[in-house]
Structures are given as structure tokens and as C-alpha cells.
């Protein structure tokens, strides 16, 4: 056969129409359909996908949350993710999912893969009966753990509106620190009052052992420039702080602060501690501001910890584990450490003199004619205090000077400060303010994630 004959054969073959329409329509149509079919099934994973990773951030949320417990936290997990994936394309049977928990005391880590498959209807022309689908997610909640040392002017210049004005500034504190029970846990408070000096509870006697019997003690001690650091205190070196009033002719304030005034140390309990703050009713003689300062410091320092009764075992934490804040509010003054010279003068006052306990109905405190160091010396003492409170991993030192006018007190709470913001210089009528404020700083520090 020629080349001619050939082409004309194939010409007629090319130009007949007759049934060819209908095979290669169904032909087209049947792979239109496979192809639509495919697209709907690959449109359909996406969707699949999207509904996963929904499950899977619910389950992570949820039981990452610290303050939740679970029994198993892994199962928990899975019925939150089946949950969520109820009625959807998923094919149940199909999920598969793999859950790791980290926790810390102060954290917890959750991170869940889950996998799953969508059934391929289309797709299973070409052996492909289901598409896999695979989501992933972590989360992480941290709590900071905080303490803070409230250091507490109750000198004899807060007589008055201005002592009631720091109980309700102090509460305002503490009800603004703690206000979400979440946060209690992590949380703790030391309040340190001072007037002349610091007076602390019966539980330092043993601990302290100072060299005298027990009946002596009232809580106050003769401290000196040794005890301005984060340190502990030698056993037996100081001899208890005389019966004794120094300003003003304040003899029903005496030095060692009486009343209920010893400080509470480690509390996250906000009925303990307003009610304790509601007890500050009684002044004291003195402005001691470097031996309160210097108690408030010891309270965040990690050395103290396990040797105050009813304090976390935990608490104070080590340095950079935890934030720490020492707040000290004054309404001016740092006065020397006073005594009375003549011990021929506490020798006619008996016993009482001997024994300065803050029940002395009959017998008034003793005029302070000497002193153990002098104002210039105290005011070195705070400076030393607040030096090394701001040199040590994670303290914030806040100085509030309430009222204040004199120019050299406010530079050294200016000073005192570990930065100008968190020096404060609130008016009467204005600390509350202040102290809320202060405790709305320190809870933005709480979450870290």
C-alpha cells in the first residue's frame, strides 16, 4: 500500500463521527469525576487537620493549666481530643494520640501529637483509602514564685490618722497581691514593723539563745552594724534593748515596740494577715528604719530558711529562683540606737528594768541618755542594708517615704531604691494608692510563659 492510499484511509478513520462522541464522553466524565471526587477528598484533610489541631490545643490548655490535677492527665488528654473531634471526617478509630507531661513544682509542660485519617473515597480508585492527618501542640505555664518583705514605720510620728492610713494601705497590699487564690501558692508575705527597733517573736529566744533567762526576753535586742546583711545572727551577742523612751516624753511608747508587733514572717493566708495588720494599734519610740530594714532583708534570705518557725520548707528560696522584693515604708527619720547610760538610774527601777517585757503598769520606761552607735551610723547601717539587698539575684527594693519633708531622708530612700520608679513619696491620704500600685508591679511578674 502506498503512502497515499494510507493517508487517505486514515483521513476517511479521522472524519467519521459516528458513536465515537459517546465512548469518549463517558471516558472523559469518568475521569472528571474521579479527578473532582480526589479534590473533594484532599479538601476534605485540611478541614480534618483544622478540627485536630482544635482537639489537640483544647486537651493542651486544659490540662496544662498548673493549677489543675488529673488523676492521669494522659487519658484526660485523649477524651479531650475525641471530644472535639465528635461528628467531624475523622475516622475515630483511626486517632491516635501521644501526650508528654513535664511538671515542676512551679511548672508544667504539656506537648500531644495526635494522628488521625480522613477516609478516601476517591482517592481509594488509585489505592489510596484514607489520608493521614497529623496536628501538634505545646503548651508551657510557669508561676514565678514571689516573696516580699513589707518593712513597716510604727514610730511615734505615725500617731493618729496616719498609723490607721497605713493599716488600710497594708491590707490594700496584701488583698491586691493575693487576690487570686491561684496565685496563694506561690506567694508569701513577711510584714516587719519597727519603731525604736525591731522586736521579734518567742521563737528566737531558743534559736538565738541570747544569755539570758527566758523571762527577760521581750524580743528586743541591742543590734549593732553586724546585723545589717542577709546574714544569720551570732548565738548570745546581744544583750536585750533596755525599758527605755527617748522623744517627745513618748514613755507609753517605749523603744521595743509593744503590743503585738512582732513580725509575721512567710504568710500567703489574707485573713492572718489583715488581721495581724489590724493589730498594729500601738507605736513605739525611735525610727530604728536600718534594724527593720535589715530584718526585711533577712526574710528573703535563702540562710534563713528553716530556722523560723511555720515557714514553708521551702521559703526563702535561693537567690534567682525566686522573685524577692523588699518594700520599706518610713514617714521620715533614721534615729540612733538609744540607752540609758547610767545603770545606777535602771538599778532603782528593780527587776523590771532588768526584765523589759512589754507589761510595766506601774513602772515607765527609763529616758535614753546614751546610745550604742549614733544617727550618722544608722544611717551607713541603711545604706549598707540596701546595697546589699539590691547586689543579691532577683530582689527589687521599693522605698515608699510617706509624707516625708526632710531632703536628706528622701535621698537616701532615693538612693535605697533599686530603680527611681520604685521610689514613691505619697502624701497623707495618698498610701494606699501606692502600696496597690506597688502590688499590681509585683503581680505583673507572676506568669511566665
Known sequence: MSVRSIKAVWFRFSEDRRGAFAIITALMLTVLIIVGGMAVDYSRAPMAKERLQFAVDSGALAVGQIFRSYEDPEAAVN?????????SVIIPESLSVDTVITETPTSREVVIEANASVEGIFTAFYGLDKIDVTARTATAEAYEKLEVALVLDISSSMTGDKVAELREAAKAFVTTLLEEETDREFRHISIIPYGGTVKLGADFFDYL????????????????????????????AHDPVQHIWRYKNHKNNEWCPPGASEPLFFSNDVTQLT????????????????????????????????????????TPADYGDSVKSLVIMTDGGITYQGRAASYDLLAAFGDDIDDPSDDHPTVDPVYADGSLYSKAQAQLNFTAVCDEAKAKAGIQVYTVGFAVSQTWMLDLLKDCATREANYMTPATGELEETFRAIALRLDSLKLVN
Open 209 to 236: 539563745k541570747p544569755g539570758y533567762s527566758e523571762a527577760k526576753w521581750n524580743g528586743c535586742l541591742e543590734f549593732d552594724s553586724s546585723i545589717m546583711n542577709d546574714g544569720l545572727i551570732p548565738l548570745g
Open 275 to 314: 488581721t495581724y495588720i489590724d493589730n498594729l494599734t500601738r507605736l513605739s519610740d525611735g525610727t530604728g528604719s536600718d534594724i527593720g530594714s535589715a530584718w526585711g532583708l533577712k526574710a528573703l534570705s535563702p540562710l534563713w530558711r528553716g530556722r523560723i518557725d511555720g515557714a514553708p520548707s521551702d
Open 79 to 87: 477524651d479531650y481530643v475525641e471530644a472535639n473531634i465528635d461528628g
